[in-house]
Protein backbone atom coordinates (compact mmCIF):
# COMPACT_ATOMS: atom_id res chain seq x y z
CA UNK A 1 0.00 0.00 0.00
CA UNK A 2 0.82 3.61 -0.24
CA UNK A 3 2.64 5.37 1.99
CA UNK A 4 0.33 8.01 1.69
CA UNK A 5 -2.37 6.20 3.97
CA UNK A 6 0.01 5.68 6.64
CA UNK A 7 1.66 9.54 6.66
CA UNK A 8 -2.06 10.64 6.56
CA UNK A 9 -3.47 8.56 9.20
CA UNK A 10 -0.61 9.22 11.48
CA UNK A 11 -0.81 13.09 10.72
CA UNK A 12 -4.60 13.02 11.64
CA UNK A 13 -3.95 10.91 15.33
CA UNK A 14 -1.60 13.46 15.83
CA UNK A 15 -4.20 16.40 15.17
CA UNK A 16 -6.62 14.62 17.45
CA UNK A 17 -6.31 15.32 21.54
CA UNK A 18 -7.68 12.22 24.25
CA UNK A 19 -10.00 15.16 25.66
CA UNK A 20 -11.18 15.50 22.02
CA UNK A 21 -12.77 11.98 22.38
CA UNK A 22 -14.24 11.57 25.49
CA UNK A 23 -10.62 10.18 26.82
CA UNK A 24 -8.78 11.38 29.73
CA UNK A 25 -5.43 12.40 28.70
CA UNK A 26 -3.24 10.66 31.57
CA UNK A 27 0.68 10.86 32.13
CA UNK A 28 3.47 9.58 30.32
CA UNK A 29 2.41 10.52 26.58
CA UNK A 30 5.36 10.85 24.96
CA UNK A 31 3.94 12.23 21.55
CA UNK A 32 1.19 14.49 21.08
CA UNK A 33 -2.51 13.23 20.06
CA UNK A 34 -3.98 9.49 20.29
CA UNK A 35 -2.12 6.30 20.99
CA UNK A 36 -2.50 3.96 18.25
CA UNK A 37 -4.36 1.38 20.80
CA UNK A 38 -7.32 4.35 21.47
CA UNK A 39 -7.74 5.45 17.47
CA UNK A 40 -8.18 1.17 16.89
CA UNK A 41 -10.69 0.93 20.03
CA UNK A 42 -12.96 3.94 18.97
CA UNK A 43 -12.43 3.07 14.99
CA UNK A 44 -14.08 -1.14 16.47
CA UNK A 45 -10.81 -2.76 15.08
CA UNK A 46 -8.12 -4.61 16.66
CA UNK A 47 -4.55 -2.51 17.48
CA UNK A 48 -2.48 -4.96 15.50
CA UNK A 49 -4.59 -4.42 12.68
CA UNK A 50 -4.77 -0.27 13.16
CA UNK A 51 -0.79 -0.55 13.37
CA UNK A 52 -0.44 -3.02 9.52
CA UNK A 53 -2.50 -0.08 8.77
CA UNK A 54 -0.01 2.85 9.56
CA UNK A 55 3.31 1.26 8.60
CA UNK A 56 1.66 0.54 5.51
CA UNK A 57 1.40 -3.50 5.58
CA UNK A 58 -2.34 -3.95 4.49
CA UNK A 59 -3.82 -3.64 1.06
CA UNK A 60 -6.94 -4.64 2.30
CA UNK A 61 -8.77 -2.01 4.34
CA UNK A 62 -12.71 -2.49 3.30
CA UNK A 63 -15.06 0.90 3.00
CA UNK A 64 -16.58 0.45 6.36
CA UNK A 65 -13.29 0.12 7.61
CA UNK A 66 -12.16 3.63 6.52
CA UNK A 67 -15.43 5.01 7.45
CA UNK A 68 -14.92 3.86 10.82
CA UNK A 69 -11.38 5.55 11.01
CA UNK A 70 -12.83 8.85 9.67
CA UNK A 71 -15.59 8.99 11.78
CA UNK A 72 -13.70 8.29 15.06
CA UNK A 73 -10.40 10.56 13.74
CA UNK A 74 -13.44 13.48 13.41
CA UNK A 75 -12.69 13.72 9.35
CA UNK A 76 -14.73 16.29 7.45
CA UNK A 77 -16.39 15.13 4.03
CA UNK A 78 -13.27 16.43 2.03
CA UNK A 79 -10.86 14.61 4.23
CA UNK A 80 -13.11 11.50 4.69
CA UNK A 81 -12.77 10.86 1.05
CA UNK A 82 -8.89 11.51 0.64
CA UNK A 83 -8.78 8.44 2.97
CA UNK A 84 -10.70 6.48 0.73
CA UNK A 85 -8.94 7.41 -2.22
CA UNK A 86 -5.77 6.65 -0.56
CA UNK A 87 -7.15 3.55 0.63
CA UNK A 88 -7.62 2.47 -3.11
CA UNK A 89 -4.17 4.16 -4.05
CA UNK A 90 -2.32 1.01 -4.69
CA UNK A 91 -4.51 -0.69 -6.98
CA UNK A 92 -5.12 2.49 -9.04
CA UNK A 93 -1.63 3.03 -8.91
CA UNK A 94 -0.59 -0.18 -10.38
CA UNK A 95 -3.36 0.29 -13.44
CA UNK A 96 -2.21 3.39 -13.87
CA UNK A 97 -1.47 4.26 -17.71
CA UNK A 98 -0.85 8.13 -17.36
CA UNK A 99 -3.63 10.96 -18.29
CA UNK A 100 -4.01 12.39 -21.98
CA UNK A 101 -3.20 16.04 -22.47
CA UNK A 102 -5.80 18.29 -20.63
CA UNK A 103 -8.35 20.08 -22.58
CA UNK A 104 -11.19 21.99 -21.78
CA UNK A 105 -14.80 21.23 -23.62
CA UNK A 106 -16.12 23.42 -26.33
CA UNK A 107 -19.24 23.84 -23.22
CA UNK A 108 -16.35 25.26 -20.66
CA UNK A 109 -15.56 27.90 -23.23
CA UNK A 110 -18.74 28.66 -23.88
CA UNK A 111 -19.30 29.55 -20.07
CA UNK A 112 -16.21 31.48 -19.88
CA UNK A 113 -17.25 33.65 -22.67
CA UNK A 114 -20.32 33.93 -20.59
CA UNK A 115 -19.08 35.09 -17.50
CA UNK A 116 -17.93 38.12 -19.08
CA UNK A 117 -16.22 40.54 -16.84
CA UNK A 118 -16.45 38.18 -13.81
CA UNK A 119 -12.54 37.40 -13.75
CA UNK A 120 -12.57 32.89 -14.41
CA UNK A 121 -10.19 30.52 -15.14
CA UNK A 122 -10.10 27.08 -15.69
CA UNK A 123 -7.91 24.69 -13.50
CA UNK A 124 -6.63 20.93 -14.34
CA UNK A 125 -6.13 18.60 -11.73
CA UNK A 126 -2.88 19.29 -11.27
CA UNK A 127 -3.34 23.64 -11.40
CA UNK A 128 -2.59 23.80 -14.94
CA UNK A 129 -4.52 26.59 -16.77
CA UNK A 130 -6.06 25.18 -19.18
CA UNK A 131 -7.95 28.50 -20.39
CA UNK A 132 -9.25 31.75 -18.62
CA UNK A 133 -11.12 34.85 -19.55
CA UNK A 134 -9.48 38.24 -20.59
CA UNK A 135 -10.44 39.76 -16.60
CA UNK A 136 -9.99 36.91 -15.05
CA UNK A 137 -6.08 36.73 -16.79
CA UNK A 138 -5.69 40.19 -16.09
CA UNK A 139 -6.69 39.85 -12.41
CA UNK A 140 -4.71 36.93 -11.46
CA UNK A 141 -1.78 36.75 -14.02
CA UNK A 142 -1.97 39.79 -16.52
CA UNK A 143 2.00 39.91 -16.32
CA UNK A 144 1.52 36.45 -18.35
CA UNK A 145 0.85 35.35 -22.15
CA UNK A 146 -2.85 35.27 -22.75
CA UNK A 147 -2.39 32.74 -24.80
CA UNK A 148 -0.45 30.54 -22.71
CA UNK A 149 -3.11 28.16 -22.17
CA UNK A 150 -3.31 27.22 -25.76
CA UNK A 151 -0.35 25.72 -25.47
CA UNK A 152 -0.15 22.52 -23.31
CA UNK A 153 3.83 22.83 -23.35
CA UNK A 154 3.67 26.58 -22.21
CA UNK A 155 0.51 26.61 -19.54
CA UNK A 156 1.50 28.47 -16.59
CA UNK A 157 0.51 26.36 -13.25
CA UNK A 158 -1.08 28.45 -10.34
CA UNK A 159 0.22 26.33 -7.46
CA UNK A 160 3.82 27.23 -9.12
CA UNK A 161 3.01 30.97 -9.45
CA UNK A 162 1.51 31.01 -5.38
CA UNK A 163 5.14 29.50 -4.80
CA UNK A 164 7.61 30.51 -7.26
CA UNK A 165 6.39 33.46 -8.71
CA UNK A 166 6.89 37.41 -7.27
CA UNK A 167 4.00 38.58 -9.17
CA UNK A 168 1.36 36.73 -7.90
CA UNK A 169 3.11 36.48 -4.37
CA UNK A 170 2.67 40.34 -4.17
CA UNK A 171 -0.64 39.75 -5.20
CA UNK A 172 -2.43 37.90 -2.53
CA UNK A 173 -2.32 40.38 0.87
CA UNK A 174 -2.90 37.11 2.82
CA UNK A 175 -0.33 34.97 0.57
CA UNK A 176 -0.01 32.59 3.38
CA UNK A 177 -4.24 31.74 3.58
CA UNK A 178 -4.02 31.12 -0.57
CA UNK A 179 -0.76 29.15 -0.07
CA UNK A 180 -2.32 26.38 2.65
CA UNK A 181 -5.47 25.99 0.40
CA UNK A 182 -3.27 25.31 -2.62
CA UNK A 183 -1.38 22.87 -0.82
CA UNK A 184 -4.47 21.30 0.83
CA UNK A 185 -5.96 21.07 -2.86
CA UNK A 186 -3.36 19.43 -4.31
CA UNK A 187 -3.33 16.81 -1.14
CA UNK A 188 -6.70 16.00 -2.87
CA UNK A 189 -5.37 15.28 -6.13
CA UNK A 190 -2.54 13.25 -5.18
CA UNK A 191 -5.23 10.70 -3.56
CA UNK A 192 -7.54 11.07 -6.27
CA UNK A 193 -4.85 10.72 -9.30
CA UNK A 194 -2.05 8.52 -7.25
CA UNK A 195 0.80 7.32 -10.46
CA UNK A 196 -0.20 11.13 -12.07
CA UNK A 197 3.61 11.81 -13.21
CA UNK A 198 2.61 15.20 -13.95
CA UNK A 199 1.17 15.77 -10.46
CA UNK A 200 4.52 13.85 -8.60
CA UNK A 201 6.47 15.73 -10.84
CA UNK A 202 5.10 19.33 -9.50
CA UNK A 203 5.08 18.24 -5.95
CA UNK A 204 8.76 17.23 -6.32
CA UNK A 205 9.60 20.43 -7.53
CA UNK A 206 7.77 22.74 -5.25
CA UNK A 207 9.33 20.71 -2.23
CA UNK A 208 12.60 21.37 -3.63
CA UNK A 209 12.69 25.02 -5.03
CA UNK A 210 10.28 26.45 -2.05
CA UNK A 211 10.39 25.92 1.65
CA UNK A 212 7.23 27.14 2.72
CA UNK A 213 5.93 24.09 0.41
CA UNK A 214 7.77 21.81 1.94
CA UNK A 215 6.70 22.92 5.50
CA UNK A 216 3.13 23.22 4.56
CA UNK A 217 3.06 19.69 2.54
CA UNK A 218 4.76 18.14 5.77
CA UNK A 219 1.38 18.87 7.40
CA UNK A 220 -0.49 16.76 5.53
CA UNK A 221 -3.69 19.36 5.47
CA UNK A 222 -6.46 18.38 3.14
CA UNK A 223 -9.20 20.38 2.09
CA UNK A 224 -11.27 21.31 -1.12
CA UNK A 225 -10.93 24.83 -2.34
CA UNK A 226 -14.52 25.30 -2.76
CA UNK A 227 -14.59 29.28 -1.71
CA UNK A 228 -12.64 31.94 0.18
CA UNK A 229 -12.27 35.69 0.37
CA UNK A 230 -8.94 37.05 -0.51
CA UNK A 231 -7.37 40.69 -0.42
CA UNK A 232 -5.83 41.43 -3.17
CA UNK A 233 -3.13 44.03 -4.12
CA UNK A 234 -3.36 44.46 -8.00
CA UNK A 235 -0.77 46.72 -10.02
CA UNK A 236 -3.35 48.19 -11.89
CA UNK A 237 -6.57 49.13 -9.65
CA UNK A 238 -4.79 48.55 -6.47
CA UNK A 239 -6.27 46.96 -3.95
CA UNK A 240 -9.64 44.86 -3.48
CA UNK A 241 -11.08 41.88 -2.00
CA UNK A 242 -12.68 38.94 -3.43
CA UNK A 243 -14.29 35.72 -3.16
CA UNK A 244 -12.36 33.34 -4.91
CA UNK A 245 -15.07 30.13 -5.89
CA UNK A 246 -14.60 26.75 -7.16
CA UNK A 247 -16.92 24.78 -8.67
CA UNK A 248 -17.11 21.95 -11.80
CA UNK A 249 -17.81 22.79 -15.11
CA UNK A 250 -20.54 20.04 -16.65
CA UNK A 251 -18.93 16.34 -17.35
CA UNK A 252 -15.20 17.66 -16.50
CA UNK A 253 -14.69 16.26 -13.27
CA UNK A 254 -11.26 16.49 -13.24
CA UNK A 255 -11.25 20.21 -13.64
CA UNK A 256 -12.07 23.17 -11.91
CA UNK A 257 -13.51 26.83 -12.37
CA UNK A 258 -12.33 29.53 -10.51
CA UNK A 259 -14.44 32.72 -10.35
CA UNK A 260 -13.38 35.84 -8.58
CA UNK A 261 -16.51 38.23 -7.11
CA UNK A 262 -16.33 41.27 -5.48
CA UNK A 263 -16.81 41.82 -1.75
CA UNK A 264 -17.92 45.49 -1.36
CA UNK A 265 -18.60 48.47 -3.66
CA UNK A 266 -15.22 49.58 -3.86
CA UNK A 267 -14.20 46.25 -5.08
CA UNK A 268 -16.90 46.38 -7.99
CA UNK A 269 -15.32 49.89 -8.71
CA UNK A 270 -11.70 48.33 -9.46
CA UNK A 271 -12.70 44.92 -11.29
CA UNK A 272 -15.16 47.66 -13.13
CA UNK A 273 -11.80 49.64 -14.16
CA UNK A 274 -10.21 46.43 -14.90
CA UNK A 275 -12.64 45.62 -17.13
CA UNK A 276 -12.28 48.77 -19.10
CA UNK A 277 -8.54 48.81 -19.00
CA UNK A 278 -8.97 45.20 -20.70
CA UNK A 279 -11.63 46.36 -23.65
CA UNK A 280 -9.77 49.42 -24.28
CA UNK A 281 -6.64 46.95 -25.17
Not at 149 to 174: C, G, I, S
Not at 265 to 272: I, N, Q, V, Y
Request: glycine share 8%; net charge positive.
Amino acid sequence: MDSGLADFLQACRARLRPQDVGLVPGDRRRVPGLRREELAQLAGVSTSYYVRLEQGQSRNASPEVIDALARALRLDEAERQHLHDLARAGQRARRARGHPVERVSEVTVELLRALGDTPALVLGRGSDVLAWNPIGHALLAGHLDFTAPQRPADRPNMARQVFLDAHTRELYANWTDKALAVVANLRLMTGRYPGDAALTGLIGELTTRSPEFARFWAGNRVAACNGAVYRLRHPLVGALTVLQQTLIPVGEWSQTLVVSTPREEASRSALALLAHEVSSR
